[in-house]
């Protein structure tokens, strides 16, 4: 028996006095650090373009062309591409590469409102259940296991079904589309982030805040949100991709938007009898429809890659 | 007879267990059961007690992260534990925290500044707003860290430089009481040194007393006044350090000590090694009567049958409270405390000790009687 392992020395030791730290390299954030990751990442440069070039279109769609997209010229119905009408013409004479480009504004919209509702409701839902435990987090879960139980796409069929006749004008439609989405949405990421959550909360830090006397909303705040967030953010841009495509596939099933509102699933339902004769009707539209969640898909990866550090 | 800062009244804790589709309770773990002592203002009282014994349990109690089933803390005079909302808030500048791991006690999201500061957010009256960057700064440098370091971000730090800023964080609104649960067990042992001096030098100047939780008993034995010793939730032994560390009484405390190992060969085979035969009990179901009694060579039918009280018991020279019918002291190996001898010049940090040098000056024994000793040594494990 000894204790000898440490030894006393005075409060004036040179280890005491002389402050250490190694090199001094710059303040470097977990947050900083993932950007740098994103920078160096060309799937990061390739989705961000894209997406940019979306959002572009959803925003001034007269930007990129000239034409209106319900200018009717029906003597050229069903034309090939040509100068005239890029990407060539629909049935009813419209220009379809004018469409398309007019069909971008629905489709981000939905993604984008989407995304931030199920993100709010399902990363606040998630985190109350987590953070208080008991029966207040037996009720939220069974109530998620009630919504996985509903297919997606059938209880949003049965949404937009019951309001089909209240909210016709466009943006109510869209509304309508994010408020199903949003319905069923919430339910995933409401328990991604009970999880994450429930693997921050046994950090000694959550404790040594708690000793001192803070709120649970600041715990909440400051220590809980910003380390449990990540899984949330990855999947929630990946989903934001199938939210596009499930407005597309609503609006395909003609109950989600309706002519004379343009979108891509509207277009794509509109073209889909010509789909042997004049396959570039459906072509164009699919191909952005497509284009664009692989754009947001690719972004949830890279955002996944640079938040992710055993992936480094 | 110094002030008593901090008092535990027969603290216990039991924490369900619970089985079954309808999540009944059928049993009780008992983590903590009765654990009763003062703490004194200024000194370091230690916790020993192997895993599972109910020490980091017995520390969130002291420090409230938890309820206590029954008993009471007390904090100079005021009961702590009965304490809410403005009360308990300001008992809590008073008692603070140390943890065992630096990399999970930190927020990797917050860079230093906000870790230190985040202490004079929740009690925003301690330090007016423009002072408390400066405040933090101030903080760093008494933990022995740049100050120009406070924009950096805790993983930019190695283990010992985080628990530096874990300690500043606990004693930056002043605290009376610092409660350290383990923290210096995930340290190497040079780091270990630096910390337990930073300790004690802050305790100098800050006249902190220290709850030092720990399952090394040379580091307390280096840091404490007094020590108790813990088995199964129940204080087995406690005294000043001298008492339980040269003239234990207990039967677990003089196993704990004997298995301490001792990095002088001269001793080697000489020692006089307890081993305990099986395992610890479990903590759901603790044995009747004396909880040591299933493993101590002592026991006889009185322990299984009535409790032992940990009251004052006769150690050879004095007397210290002891929990063990049979408390009688024994030697369980020749040891020194070297803690006021002056450093060993040889080496180039006076922090790192020459372990087991019982001769600060190394002049004392020639390398050949160092040898002899060895063979001797050998020789009579032969025979």
Known sequence: MTDTSVRQDSPTAPQQSAPEGGDAAPARSLGADARRQLARSPLFWVSAALISVFVLMAIWPSLFTTVSPNESILRESRSLPSSDAWFGRDFQGYDIYSRVIYGARASILVGIFTTTFTVLVGGMIGTLAAYNGGWIDGIISRITDMFFAVPFILGAILFMSALADSFTSYFGVIFKVVLALTIFGWPSLARLMRSSVLTVLPNDYIRATKALGASPWRIIRSHIIPNAMGPMIVVATINLGAYIAAEATLSFLGIGLTPPVVSWGVMINDSIVGLRTTPHMILFPSLFLSLTVLAFIMLGDAVRDAFDPKSR | ?383
């Not at chain 2, 032994?237 to 405390?253: A, F, K, L, N, W």
């Not at chain 2, 060993?344 to 040898?371: I, K, L, M, Q, S």
Request: contains cysteine; hydrophobic residues 35%.
């Open chain 2, 1 to 383: 007879m110094p002030e008593v800062v901090l008092k535990a009244n027969d603290l216990v804790k039991h924490y369900p267990v619970k089985a079954g589709v309808l999540r009944r309770t059928v049993g009780q773990v008992k983590a903590v059961d009765g654990v009763s002592f003062e703490l004194y203002k200024g000194e370091t009282l230690g916790i020993v007690g192997e895993s599972g014994c109910g020490k980091s349990t017995l520390g969130r109690l002291l420090m409230r992260l938890e309820e206590p089933t029954a008993g009471t803390v007390e904090f100079e005079g005021q009961d702590w534990t009965a304490a809410s909302g403005r009360t308990m808030r300001k008992l809590r500048r008073d008692i603070q925290i140390v943890f065992q791991d630096p990399y999970t006690s930190l927020n990797p999201r917050m860079t230093v500044a906000d870790i230190i500061g985040e202490p004079f957010e929740i009690h925003p009256d301690v330090v007016p707003k423009g002072g408390r960057r400066a405040r933090v700064q101030e903080l760093l440098e008494l933990v022995g860290l740049n100050p120009e370091h406070i924009n950096r971000y805790p993983h930019q730090f190695s283990g010992g430089q985080r628990q530096r800023i874990g300690i500043a964080r606990g004693i930056a609104l002043n605290p009376k009481v610092l409660i350290c649960d383990e923290p210096v067990s995930a340290l190497d042992v040079s780091v270990q040194a630096q910390v337990v001096n930073l300790m004690e030098k802050l305790q100098d100047e800050l006249g902190l007393a220290y709850v030092f939780i720990a399952h090394d008993l040379s580091v307390v034995r280096h840091i404490s006044d007094r020590v108790g010793v813990m088995y199964l939730g129940k204080l087995a032994e406690i005294g000043e350090e001298d008492e339980v560390y040269s003239r234990p009484t207990h039967p677990y405390t003089q196993a704990l000590l004997s298995a301490v190992p001792v990095p002088d060969p001269t001793l080697r085979g000489k020692r006089d090694q307890i081993v305990l035969q099986g395992d610890v009990p479990s903590p759901a179901n603790p044995p009747s009567g004396c909880r040591f009694h299933t493993r101590c060579w002592k026991a006889q039918d009185v322990c299984k049958t009535d409790e032992p009280q940990l009251e004052l018991r006769a150690d050879g020279t004095g007397e210290h409270p002891s929990a063990c019918h049979f408390a009688e002291p024994r030697q369980v190996v020749e040891t020194t405390d070297v803690s006021g001898l002056a450093p060993d010049t040889r080496f180039a940090t006076p922090d790192v000790a020459d372990v087991g040098d019982e001769n600060p000056a190394g002049t004392g024994v020639t390398e050949d009687e160092r040898r002899l000793d060895d063979t001797t040594t050998e020789s009579d494990h032969l025979r």
